[in-house]
């Protein structure tokens, strides 16, 4: 079982950056694959950026690839997800999430465990 807590969300002008964090609790944080999805109102959750346990592999959303970096200090039990040249379609809720698997699932689905969630907020 692993706990996740999202921090960094707020609010930022489109062009802006912006770096989310996703602490974990646990020992074996390097045992997970982690991914970031997000939430818009009135949509459904959506895939944004995933990576393998060690870091050395990841997937982006097409809507944010080249603009965002997933990564992660399996030192420090944290994800991060470096949001550059925001958007107003990027505002949403973004969440992170856990899953005990050998391969990198983009799929929420495929995930068993969820932060609560950090508001960004991108303004025109």
């Known amino acids: 079982q692993v706990q996740l807590i999202e921090s960094g969300g707020g609010l930022v002008q489109a062009g802006g950056s912006l770096r989310l964090s996703c602490a974990a609790s646990?020992?074996?944080?390097?045992?997970?694959?982690m991914g970031w999805f997000r939430r818009a109102p009135g949509k459904e959750r959506e895939f944004v950026a995933a990576?393998?346990?060690?870091?050395?592999?990841?997937y982006y959303a097409d809507s944010v690839r080249g603009r965002f970096t997933i990564s992660r200090d399996n030192a420090k039990n944290t994800v991060y997800l470096q949001m550059n040249s925001l958007k107003t379609e990027d505002t949403a809720v973004y969440f992170c999430?856990?899953?005990?698997?050998?391969?990198?699932?983009?799929?929420?689905?495929?995930?068993?465990?969820w932060g609560q969630g950090t508001q960004v907020t991108v303004s025109s």
């Open positions: 999430a856990a899953d005990r698997r050998t391969t990198v699932p983009l799929q929420s689905r495929s995930y068993d465990h």
């Open positions: 646990g020992r074996t944080f390097s045992n997970y694959v």
């Open positions: 990576i393998s346990r060690s870091g050395d592999t990841t």
